[in-house]
């Protein structure tokens, strides 16, 4: 326990509060409960940490994993007062439990009887009396798929031994009632290397006991228990192997919550993040906070790894967690990527992902973006109008964030865009301060520097450091230049939109061809606005009225001023 702080704070410090802290673990932590009072206290002592490192709580939503609200308390433990202290000093704790077991490199410790007893669930979600050694059996079938698959399939090293903290030198997950206060925990315990910063650490895992807290009601049990594990175990890697640098959170969390779904993908626990709530919103209800913030949003920013993942490779984030053995996250994104076969670097990245995150919900496409982004909450611009001859807009975004707007003007064109502010050296040092831009909108060209945007309108953005901030016409993305989605689920009421370049109705021949070059539909139709677009569209009926079947279709369209094509995949359901 003193050893973790000890990293944290600096000896000076931990001098002055190292007795304290002893005997407060000694007052305090359980070692073994088995009342409802003592099971409590457990769950509350990390209910204490979440507060004070939210500060308001978590609403509705549950907190995922106990590691950041630990590094923390840890980083600030010299101010926190003794009931705090108390609490980090269980949570710090390894509990005593009545049981263990071994199951390879891992022993699993738990109670048979007792308030802190497993149980598995039955088909309502109910504890099943006397299941504790069915349940702790589930966690070693769990733990050896997990660490074969990280370590074999994705090449990560396994978490390090512990000397014998756990009665041997097997790594020790103990099964807690945690009532609701968290999946889990990682908690630091030894230091390994002794790096004054990015250091590594032995440590062990604190699970739930049954999830049944768990929301919605089909991930609980063993779903929460699954992903937990594949969350957990990875940060002990992480910090075992690779460094520990415990005010760079943010990707801790985001990389464990994409390890969850790349070994459970159809548990989609994370789903719950990317909306959040008010108090603690997700990624897509806020992108203009801080990509490096370490507040609750960050679980919500696993998604990141989705991109880095498809575009680059998932063998990308293996790569960053190598270079964090010498650099802080932010700055190892930017060699990792710098490296063959990437050659690309994280401002170039982040701007790229501020576009991706555009096009999810009914603007997804999972060909050219998330493959799951039809789940995914939309991203709302903020809406303003256009009155030409120009407007200005005068608004602020923090360093490593994004802004995104629907402006619309009196002849009704549309303009999506957004505007990501790419300062690094900000970034790095998890600035509060947000930076100011204007906007300027015009009907003609202000200067050289002045874009014109597909809705004809013009845009110039006026910053004090150009180079730092990236601007997007979301109507020029991909998406929008080929047909969407892309595959077209043809179940009879979707359509495929195929888009033209006008800003008004326009008539024009859409022609749909088989791969083999059969005629399959054609028609004289007139375009319809979609997201401010102008498309023709079809729901997926032949010239006969049939169905057409799955398939790789290609289309011609026509119109009085222009002729496109393009490809498309077909799913029939």
């Not at 590094?71 to 704790?93: F, K, M, P, Y």
């Not at 308030?115 to 050896?144: C, E, K, N």
């Not at 495929?496 to 006008?502: C, E, K, R």
Request: net charge negative; glycine share 6%.
């Amino acid at each position: 326990m003193i050893s973790i702080l000890k990293y944290m704070k600096g000896q000076a410090l931990i001098r002055n509060i190292g007795v304290s802290l002893v005997l407060v673990a000694t007052t305090h932590a359980q070692p073994h409960a088995t009342t409802e009072a003592a099971a409590s206290h457990v769950a509350e002592a990390y209910r204490t940490l979440v507060r004070l490192w939210l500060h308001e709580g978590v609403e509705d939503v549950p907190n995922k994993c106990g590691l950041p609200s630990v590094a923390h308390a840890g980083n600030i433990v010299g101010e926190l007062d003794a009931a705090t202290r108390a609490s980090l000093a269980t949570v710090l704790s390894r509990p005593t439990t009545q049981k263990s077991i071994r199951a390879g490199m891992f022993r699993i410790h738990y109670d048979t009887t007792g308030v802190h007893a497993p149980a598995m669930l039955d088909s309502q979600h109910v504890r099943i009396p006397g299941t504790a050694d069915q349940f702790a059996d589930s966690v070693a079938s769990i733990l050896s798929h997990v660490l074969v698959y990280e370590r074999d399939s994705l090449r990560y090293l396994p978490p390090p031994p512990d000397n014998g903290a756990g009665g041997g030198d097997e790594y020790d997950i103990y099964i807690q009632e945690l009532s609701g206060s968290g999946y889990g925990s990682t908690i630091p315990e030894t230091p390994i290397n002794n790096k004054p910063e990015g250091g590594t650490f032995t440590s062990f895992i604190v699970i739930d006991n049954d999830f049944i807290f768990v929301s919605p009601a089909t991930n609980r049990g063993l779903p929460a228990l699954r992903v937990t594990i594949a969350h957990e175990l990875h940060h002990a890697i992480q910090i075992g192997n690779y460094g520990f640098w415990q005010n760079d959170i943010h990707f801790y969390e985001m990389t464990s919550v994409w390890l969850e779904d790349v070994l459970y993908t159809e548990v989609n626990d994370y789903y719950q993040y990317l909306f959040g709530s008010t108090l603690n919103p997700g990624h897509f209800r806020r992108p203009d906070i801080s990509f490096t913030s370490n507040a609750f949003i960050m679980y919500s920013r696993g998604v990141w790894c989705h991109y880095l993942a498809k575009k680059f490779g998932r063998d990308v984030v293996r790569r960053i967690w190598e270079e964090m053995r010498q650099a802080r996250p932010l700055t190892a994104m930017d060699a990792a990527l710098a490296q063959l076969p990437y050659a690309s670097n994280v401002r170039t990245a982040f701007a790229e992902w501020s576009v991706w995150n555009f096009f999810t919900n009914t603007r997804s496409d999972s060909v050219l973006y998330y493959p799951e982004g039809r789940n995914y909450p939309a991203i709302v611009p903020a809406a303003r109008d256009y009155a030409p001859p120009q407007r200005t807009i005068d608004d602020q975004v923090s360093p490593f964030g994004s802004r995104y707007y629907d402006i619309t003007s009196l002849q009704n064109q549309r303009l999506r865009l957004v505007i990501t502010n790419l300062n690094m050296q900000a970034a790095l040092v998890q600035s509060s301060t947000p930076f100011t831009y204007t906007l300027v909108l015009s009907e003609s060209r202000v200067d050289e520097s002045s874009m014109r945007t597909d809705a004809n309108i013009f845009l110039k953005v006026n910053v004090s450091d150009p180079t730092n901030w990236f601007t997007k016409d979301l109507f020029g993305a991909p998406a929008f230049d080929q047909a969407f989605p892309n595959p077209f689920l043809a179940d009879g009421r979707r359509h495929i939109n195929l888009p033209v370049n006008s800003l008004t109705h326009v008539p024009g021949s859409l022609y749909i061809f088989s791969s083999s070059m059969d005629l399959v539909y054609a028609a004289e139709l007139v375009s319809t606005t979609l997201f401010g677009k102008e498309v023709f569209r079809w729901d997926g009926t032949s010239l006969d009225g049939s169905p057409a079947p799955s398939g790789v279709y290609l289309y011609v369209l026509e119109t009085e001023k222009q002729r496109a094509s393009g490809k498309f995949i077909l799913v029939r359901k």
